[in-house]
């Protein structure tokens, strides 16, 4: 069966700092993999989408960029984090042509 | 206009009653309808999908997509405290790439 895997849990991060969050699946190949914010009162906030290896679509501009340098693997960065950066990310994967969505534990991330 | 709309609630209930949550959704081409399921501090699961109009039931829930109003629901039969949670709806986009989700509905299931 497939398994979705997100760290670190949880992360407290001064203002400035460079963010590192690491996604992997294990238990099926080719995944379309999916980064979201979720914010109080905000919903889920697609903020980046991977068909495969090196192939990132960007939905919303800001200070985070995504990688895919595996087939299952997806990593968010940040060169210097905003106060407003803060949130629950979550990654996602899904397989198929009706997309259905599974997604991982979540990042929580507090930006001081 | 939002594309997918969804009243946040709360929304308190007594144990065994009969849950309805609701979504309105805006781009008449949208055809695929997932609800998600959302515990504190977890990432959603994936309950339910449909496609197009029509219902689909598993267990205690269904889910009812009208194409012609634009509504999407989640019918919860007899509740349990164990289905407190924030249910999330979402549609697949027109270009088939992304699920667009509505902010949720928090759900309290009281014994």
């Known amino acids: 069966s497939q398994t979705i895997h997100q760290w670190p849990a949880t992360l407290v991060q001064p203002v400035g700092s460079p963010l590192s969050l690491e996604c992997t699946v294990e238990g099926t190949s080719n995944p379309n993999l999916y980064w979201y914010r979720q914010a109080a009162g905000r919903g889920l906030q697609l903020l980046f989408y991977?068909?495969?290896?090196?192939?990132i679509s960007s939905e919303v501009p800001q200070n985070l960029s995504a990688s895919r340098p595996q087939d299952r693997q997806f990593i968010l960065s940040s060169k210097k984090l905003l106060l407003s950066d803060s949130g629950f990310y979550l990654c996602?994967?899904?397989?198929?042509?009706?997309?259905?969505?599974?997604f991982g534990p979540g990042t929580r991330l507090t930006v001081l | 206009q939002k594309e997918v709309e969804q009243d946040p609630g709360p929304l308190s209930v007594p144990e065994g009653a009969i849950v309805s949550l609701n979504c309105t959704y805006s781009n008449s081409a949208f055809q695929y309808f997932m609800w998600y399921r959302q515990y504190s501090r977890k990432g959603p699961e994936l309950l339910m999908y449909?496609?197009?109009?029509g219902n689909k039931e598993d267990g205690r829930f269904t889910a009812q997509v009208d194409k012609s109003s634009k509504y999407i629901s989640l019918f919860i039969r007899d509740s349990q405290p164990s289905d407190s949670a924030t249910y999330l709806c979402?549609?697949?986009?027109?270009?088939?790439?992304?699920?667009?989700f509505g902010k949720g509905t928090t759900l309290s299931v009281s014994s």
């Open positions: 996602a994967w899904s397989v198929g042509p009706y997309n259905e969505q599974f």
């Open positions: 991977s068909v495969g290896i090196g192939q």
């Open positions: 449909t496609y197009s109009s």
């Open positions: 979402a549609s697949l986009n027109q270009a088939g790439t992304a699920l667009i």
